[in-house]
């Protein structure tokens, strides 16, 4: 009963401490990141398995994790409103090669990030060769080519 | 650039602009309780800093503590005693109520020279502090269980009532 309840805490707090620090946190891991995550991982360990380091309690936190995470796959694919909630929708950040500021400055994003997607996926190198960058949820940014005239 | 060619984008993308600037606005105010936490930890309100400690004497002064009134499970946290012996011979201190039960003494200091156990009751005795001083004892409580512990601490006739608020 209380490694249900532990690991339910603990899966509850990262999703919301993963979600308030945001969708770029995620995506282009850097070394730190890596290492931070490292690092959080061994931070819950003890308190997702208290002083019971037995077989079955292990195999009970891992059997509610992975509970809770069908569960919430399940809720986001069900309810709309949901999924918009604990994933987010796309922003616009550049349309017709205009930035806009406002959206990237809320989104934490500089132009550099937007260049240095364009480059990577799409071979581009100047803002005004860019019809549409979006900020995706998975916190990528997809570059969509202007048509050439 | 058209204001329609950025509509008709949004549209395209699935952007709802109003829904994510609370999405930004939610996250901003986390940063901002994370920060708080973060300095509510280095304060203590979560145990182990300045705010976390308490201290008490007794009425006749005969007795006086401090300790970590807010303390985590696991943890260790420390209650000093410093006490007179009521009148010549060994120094007998008395632990009541939830120092006796949920709350486990993990470590004692100096060594005490007898220790004897009841329901709610622990003593232990002390070779007395030479005349006119005071002896120093040093208690490590650590707890297994979260919630609130209710305890006294007793020399003789002088007693300190103790409170510690258990995270989990």
Same mark, same amino acid.
């Given at each position: ?56 309690? &292990? #195999?009970?936190? =891992?059997?509610?994790?992975? @509970?809770?995470?069908?569960?919430? *796959?399940?809720?986001? !694919? %069900? ?8 994933? &987010? #929708?796309?922003? =616009?950040?550049?349309?017709? @090669?205009?930035?806009?500021?406002? *959206?990237?400055?809320? !989104? %934490? ?41 | ?168």
């Amino acid at each position: 009963m209380e490694s249900v309840l532990r690991a339910v805490a603990i899966y509850v707090a990262l999703t919301l401490l993963f979600r308030i620090t945001g969708r770029r946190s995620m995506s282009h891991i850097t070394t730190f990141d890596f290492v931070l995550l490292l690092v959080v991982g061994e931070a819950t360990q003890q308190s997702l398995l208290g002083e019971d380091f037995s077989l079955t309690n &292990g #195999l009970l936190v =891992i059997a509610t994790l992975l @509970g809770l995470d069908v569960a919430m *796959r399940w809720l986001k !694919a %069900r309810h709309r409103p949901a999924d918009r909630i604990l994933e &987010g #929708l796309p922003t =616009i950040l550049v349309v017709d @090669g205009q930035p806009l500021q406002d *959206r990237m400055r809320e !989104a %934490r994003i500089c132009e550099d990030e937007i260049l240095q997607s364009a480059r990577e996926n799409q071979g581009l190198t100047r803002m005004e060769e860019i019809r549409l960058a979006v900020l995706e949820v998975s916190g990528t940014i997809a570059i969509i080519p202007r048509r050439p005239e | 650039m058209a204001p329609t060619q950025l509509q008709e984008a949004s549209r395209l993308v699935g952007e709802d602009l109003a829904f994510q600037r609370r999405v930004w606005r939610f996250q901003r105010i986390g940063w901002g309780a994370m920060a708080l936490v973060v300095l509510l930890g280095m304060a203590g309100v979560f145990g182990g800093g300045p705010l976390a400690q308490a201290s008490a004497r007794s009425a006749d002064g005969a007795i006086e503590a401090e300790w970590e009134w807010i303390e985590r499970i696991g943890r260790d946290s420390q209650l000093r005693i410093r006490g007179l012996a009521p009148h010549r011979g060994p120094l007998e201190l008395r632990l009541e109520g939830g120092l006796a039960g949920p709350v486990e003494i993990s470590g004692i200091e100096p060594q005490p020279a007898g220790e004897s156990r009841a329901p709610g009751r622990i003593w232990l005795r002390f070779d007395p502090p030479p005349e006119g001083e005071r002896a120093e004892i040093l208690l490590k409580l650590r707890s297994s269980r979260p919630g609130i512990v209710s305890g006294q601490l007793a020399i003789g006739e002088a007693a300190i009532p103790l409170r510690l608020v258990v995270l989990p």
